[in-house]
């Protein structure tokens, strides 16, 4: 949590390096959340509690506001005036955007609070921006899009293989799955439920490992196949996670 600080809202903000000259708004609500609390208010709008949160270095800079299922957190800029705004829903941030004004601000939270879709929000406020990825979480359908990105991206030349072979398999082409490092693949049950559990699979110079993310077994295989064997049969294996259907 931010320190107490009993100095003047101005001196708070020049203190970070912030010209207080380009939100006297928030200078004189005394920082960011006040400030959108004013507006709602005066505008009629419900936005449950606005706070600072947790991690906030300073409380007069950022906003969050939580809600069912959800989160809306907004930040100020520095070196110019404009708001920052991360929509979330199931612990990822599904749009985004940067306005120079807070009304605006408020009200693409407002609507967002209340349910709205992506592209409702997109075509209501046309400062925030969406991807696929996010639009196919919304239909509840993220896996066989994040499956098409990977196969489509053209720095992943060495482990498509891999991909090809996991994505045509009929169990663990049904999961979530994301690249690191270019040659790690990581295979989720449910990439909202991280309690599902999920697994790696890594190529090596002679090979394939296989990791369970519950455990620190690792399995060693030389093909493609037996490697997909061996990450169904440990995702099969009594453990945390729920078996595969």
């Known amino acids: 949590m931010a320190a107490e600080d009993n100095s003047s809202p ?16 928030l200078v004189e609500a005394g920082g960011l959340a006040p400030a959108m609390r004013h507006l709602a ?12 949160p947790a991690w906030a270095s300073t409380s007069i800079t950022e906003a969050t506001i939580e809600m069912a299922g959800g989160s809306i957190y907004v930040v100020i ?24 004004d807070l ?32 639009a196919a979480f919304e239909k509840g359908a993220p896996a066989p899009f994040q499956w098409d990105r990977l196969l489509g991206d053209a720095e992943l030349y060495e482990i498509r293989p891999l ?7 009929e169990s663990l082409g049904q999961m979530f799955a994301t690249v690191t490092h270019y040659v790690s693949l ?5 990439p909202v439920d ?22 620190h077994e ?3 295989v030389h093909t493609i196949v037996d490697a997909l064997a061996a990450a169904e049969q440990a995702l099969r294996a009594p453990g945390p996670p729920l078996p595969l259907e």
């Not at 208010?41 to 600072?52: K, M, R, T």
């Not at 693409?108 to 991807?131: H, K, M, N, Q, T």
């Not at 991909?163 to 398999?169: K, T, Y």
């Open 10 to 25: 101005a001196s708070r903000y020049s203190a970070l390096g912030i010209d207080p000259t380009l939100y006297p708004d």
């Open 77 to 100: 800029r520095r070196d110019f005036r404009s708001f920052s705004l991360n929509l979330s829903r199931t612990g990822r941030v599904q749009a985004d955007g940067v306005s120079g």
């Open 186 to 190: 990581f295979l989720q049950m449910d």
């Open 218 to 220: 690792v399995t060693r």
């Open 194 to 215: 991280q309690s599902r559990g999920g697994i790696w699979i890594r190529m090596k110079d002679d090979g394939y490992t296989i990791e369970p993310a519950w455990s």
């Open 103 to 134: 009304l605006c601000v408020v009200k693409a939270a407002d609507a967002w609070r209340e349910g709205a879709s992506l592209a409702r929000i997109a075509e209501l406020f046309p400062f925030v921006s969406y991807d696929g990825l996010a």
């Open 41 to 52: 208010a005066e505008h009629g709008i419900e936005l449950g509690e606005i706070s600072a």
């Open 163 to 169: 991909l090809m072979a996991a994505r045509d398999h």
